[in-house]
Structures are given as structure tokens and as C-alpha cells.
């Protein structure tokens, strides 16, 4: 235990300049910081421990967390804004980037890990770069998970760079083609894009006297320090391969251009692009043909993109995005109870329960529960996910009474089968 020791001394070492500052500036007591030296002493030896686990060092770092929240807090009550950045404005993050260091250089299998690490870095430090790379080396280790894949591509969509997500997405696609959730979440997010186009087609959210297709183009803004790049060195931003060689930009020009960048969009550009397919849809139903050749499709996978692409009210294409789906469920899986209730339902999609549409549309709703409960081959598995709407629709406020009594008898019947 002597090596753990000295390692432990070596970084409670590092950090009495900032136990210093706080006894300067009466942050905190003597009293105080000799606890908060124990408790750091403590998690130092569990976490330099033969046998440690994960939870050790996210208890370690919820510690630090918390004590830098106290120092805040106590810092505004002083009034001590101006703190020397290096002792306690930003020495927390920078021991906690160091604890995460430390666990996942220790547990580089554990995901749940690289997850908070991710989440630190977004959310409390707001370190861009830094978090680029972290993801960066996460996916490399677990290039099979969904989850880091589908938040470095909506990380990449909610900063304006589409392009860039649609490469994260489809270099994840190609390798979790063992469960869809990646594929909807690839789907989810080009519909957004769909919406955000649309919202700015019709003018909302771009200001008076602003052309809307510059509006549009502005979504594929690239918000710079925020993309990945797989061929990154992990300590700097420049591309190369293990040789050292450079990849070519496709956007720079010749020796004497050096520096200059094409414009993004030109007017052929922008002609293409009021005329192009994906404002139709045509990717999303693109992603899910692709994905019924993958071995995880069947009726659940299809009935999840089904209920994804219909909670989509402000995208134009939706209804017809929906059929696509549905038509491919009639045609692989005709008689299955997904297949029956995503039949029943399309009818509902996009009519506001409170509208004056909707009870028409909830009696061709009925009328196609009544003829699917007959050709099903599981009933109890229909009668329980529409039962699952029902109440989903009985718990609206406001609900006209009329429909509520249908629906309760409906909703009875459909029990006493299941």
C-alpha cells in the first residue's frame, strides 16, 4: 500500500494551491478545508486501490461536483467574481477532467463511464474540443454501441452541421445492425431536419427582409471545433493517418489558394436544393428501407419507426412517410398484431384529439379495429395496444363525452379479450 500512498500524497499535493486560496479569500474555514482534505485523501486511496470500480471514481467526481458548487455559491455571497482563474475558478473542472482521466484509462470497457466523462464536458465545462475527442476515443472502443453513436450525431444536428451527423449516423449504421434503435434515431433526427426546413420555408423564426433560402442554408452552418473527425490525433486538431500523412481538403484550391475556401452554396446549389428529393422525405424512408435488410427488422422494429415518423405534426411528408412504413408492414408482416394496430391507428395520426376532425377519424379507426381483431393471429397482443391508446386519449382533458363513452365501451371489450 505504500506505492498507493504516494501516489495519493502526489495529487492532494497538486491541489493545495487551491486550499490556499480558499483559506485566503475565506471561502472556507481551516476546519472545513481539513475535512475537505480527508475526504479527497479518502477517495484517493479507494480509487488507487487494487480492485476499484466505476462507481468509485463517479462517486468521486459527484464529490468534487458538489464542492465546486458550494464554492460558487459562497463566492457570489462574498462577492468574489474575480478570482484568480488558475487557483478555484477552474481548478475543479481541471481535477475533474483528471479523475476522469484516471477512470477511463482504468475501465475503458465500462460505457457508462465515457458517458458521464461526455456528459461533464458538455454540460458543466462546455469544453467543445475537449469533448470532441473524448467522444473521439469512446467510439473507437465501443464502436458497437448505439447510444455514444446517436449523441455524437445529434450533437452534430443540434449545431447546425447536418452533413456531419448524417456521417456519424451512417458510420454507426454499418456497425450496430444488431438492434434498430440507432436506425430511428437516424430517421428521428433527418425528420427534425425536415421540420426546421419547413419552419423556415413558411417563414417562422427568420427574421423580416431575411431571403428564406438563406434561412435554410443556415441550418447546414458548421459550428467550428464541434465536429469529429476519426482521423484525429487525440492531443491536436490536425487530420493524418498513422504515417503522418495529411488528407487532402476537398474544399481548398491549388497552391496559390491556399486558404481560400469554396462558397458553401452557389446559385446552382440552391436551385438543387429547393428541388430536391430529401425535402420530400426521401431519406427517412430511405433509412428504412435500408433497415429492413438488417437481421434485427421485424414487426417491433417496424411498429418503433411507424410511431417515430407519426409523432411528426409540423412535417408535410409525414403521412406520406407513414404509408411507406405501413405498406412495407402489410407486404413482410400482413397478419401481425403490429402490423393490425399500426393499421388502426394510421387514421389518428396527426388529428388533434380536441379537434372537430377527429371523430370521424376515430370511427375509421373502429371500423378498421373491428376487421383487424378478425384477421389478427395474436388477439390479446392488439387488444392491449390499443388499449394502451384508448387511455392515452381517455386521459385528455376536455375530452367531448360522447367520444369518452365510446371509447370506455371499446376499451371494455378489448379487456375482457386480453
Known amino acids: 500500500?505504500?506505492?498507493?500512498?504516494?501516489?495519493?500524497?502526489?495529487?492532494?499535493?497538486?491541489?493545495?494551491?487551491?486550499?490556499?486560496?480558499?483559506?485566503?479569500?475565506?471561502?472556507?474555514?481551516?476546519?472545513?478545508?481539513?475535512?475537505?482534505?480527508?475526504?479527497?485523501?479518502?477517495?484517493?486511496?479507494?480509487?488507487?486501490?487494487?480492485?476499484?470500480?466505476?462507481?468509485?471514481?463517479?462517486?468521486?467526481?459527484?464529490?468534487?461536483?458538489?464542492?465546486?458548487?458550494?464554492?460558487?455559491?459562497?463566492?457570489?455571497?462574498?462577492?468574489?467574481?474575480?478570482?484568480?482563474?488558475?487557483?478555484?475558478?477552474?481548478?475543479?473542472?481541471?481535477?475533474?477532467?483528471?479523475?476522469?482521466?484516471r477512470a477511463v484509462l482504468k475501465h475503458p470497457g465500462d460505457v457508462s463511464l465515457w458517458r458521464a466523462y461526455l456528459d461533464f464536458a458538455a454540460n458543466d465545462a462546455r469544453a467543445t474540443k475537449r469533448w470532441r475527442r473524448i467522444c473521439t476515443r469512446a467510439l473507437r472502443l465501443h464502436p458497437t454501441d448505439a447510444g455514444l453513436w446517436a449523441l455524437a450525431g445529434k450533437r452534430a444536428a443540434r449545431n447546425g452541421d447536418m452533413e456531419r451527423a448524417r456521417a456519424h449516423f451512417l458510420r454507426g449504421c454499418?456497425?450496430?445492425?444488431?438492434?434498430?434503435?440507432?436506425?430511428?434515431?437516424?430517421?428521428?433526427?433527418?425528420?427534425?431536419?425536415?421540420?426546421?426546413?419547413?419552419?423556415?420555408?413558411?417563414?417562422?423564426?427568420?427574421?423580416?427582409?431575411?431571403?428564406?433560402?438563406?434561412?435554410?442554408?443556415?441550418?447546414?452552418?458548421?459550428?467550428?471545433?464541434?465536429?469529429?473527425?476519426?482521423?484525429?490525433?487525440?492531443?491536436?486538431?490536425?487530420?493524418?493517418?498513422?504515417?503522418?500523412?495529411?488528407?487532402?481538403?476537398?474544399?481548398?484550391?491549388?497552391?496559390?489558394?491556399?486558404?481560400?475556401?469554396?462558397?458553401?452554396?452557389?446559385?446552382?446549389?440552391?436551385?438543387?436544393?429547393?428541388?430536391?428529393p430529401a425535402l420530400s422525405g426521401a431519406i427517412p424512408m430511405a433509412i428504412f428501407d435500408i433497415a429492413k435488410k438488417q437481421p434485427f427488422f421485424g414487426p417491433a422494429a417496424a411498429e418503433t419507426f411507424f410511431d417515430m415518423f407519426a409523432s411528426f405534426g409540423k412535417v408535410s411528408s409525414r403521412g406520406r412517410i407513414v404509408q411507406h412504413v405501413l405498406s412495407a408492414m402489410e407486404q413482410q408482416f400482413p397478419n401481425h398484431a403490429s402490423t393490425c394496430s399500426c393499421q388502426v391507428r394510421q387514421p389518428l395520426v396527426g388529428v388533434d384529439v380536441l379537434t372537430a376532425a377527429f371523430p370521424k377519424a376515430l370511427r375509421e379507426s373502429l371500423t378498421r379495429l373491428k376487421g383487424a381483431m378478425d384477421k389478427t393471429e395474436d388477439k390479446r397482443a392488439l387488444a392491449n395496444k390499443t388499449t394502451a391508446w384508448i387511455d392515452e386519449v381517455l386521459a385528455t382533458e376536455g375530452l367531448d363525452p360522447g367520444i369518452q363513452t365510446v371509447l370506455s365501451h371499446t376499451k371494455a371489450s378489448l379487456e375482457s379479450i386480453a
Open 1 to 101: 500500500m505504500a506505492g498507493v500512498s504516494d501516489k495519493a500524497r502526489f495529487y492532494l499535493e497538486r491541489a493545495a494551491p487551491e486550499l490556499r486560496d480558499f483559506e485566503e479569500k475565506e471561502i472556507f474555514s481551516k476546519d472545513e478545508i481539513r475535512s475537505l482534505v480527508t475526504k479527497r485523501s479518502d477517495y484517493e486511496h479507494l480509487i488507487l486501490a487494487p480492485g476499484t470500480k466505476s462507481t468509485d471514481f463517479l462517486s468521486y467526481v459527484a464529490w468534487e461536483r458538489c464542492l465546486d458548487r458550494l464554492r460558487a455559491k459562497r463566492c457570489r455571497r462574498l462577492n468574489l467574481r474575480g478570482t484568480t482563474p488558475g487557483a478555484s475558478s477552474h481548478a475543479s473542472h481541471a481535477r475533474t477532467f483528471g479523475i476522469f482521466e
Open 174 to 276: 454499418r456497425f450496430c445492425t444488431g438492434e434498430e434503435t440507432l436506425w430511428v434515431e437516424y430517421a428521428r433526427c433527418e425528420m427534425q431536419w425536415l421540420g426546421k426546413v419547413e419552419e423556415k420555408k413558411a417563414g417562422k423564426g427568420v427574421r423580416k427582409g431575411t431571403d428564406v433560402m438563406q434561412a435554410i442554408k443556415a441550418t447546414e452552418a458548421v459550428q467550428e471545433g464541434d465536429e469529429i473527425r476519426f482521423d484525429d490525433d487525440d492531443e491536436d486538431d490536425e487530420s493524418g493517418d498513422e504515417d503522418g500523412l495529411m488528407l487532402p481538403d476537398p474544399d481548398a484550391g491549388g497552391s496559390g489558394d491556399k486558404g481560400l475556401k469554396k462558397p458553401a452554396f452557389d446559385a446552382e446549389a440552391a436551385k438543387k436544393l429547393e428541388q430536391s
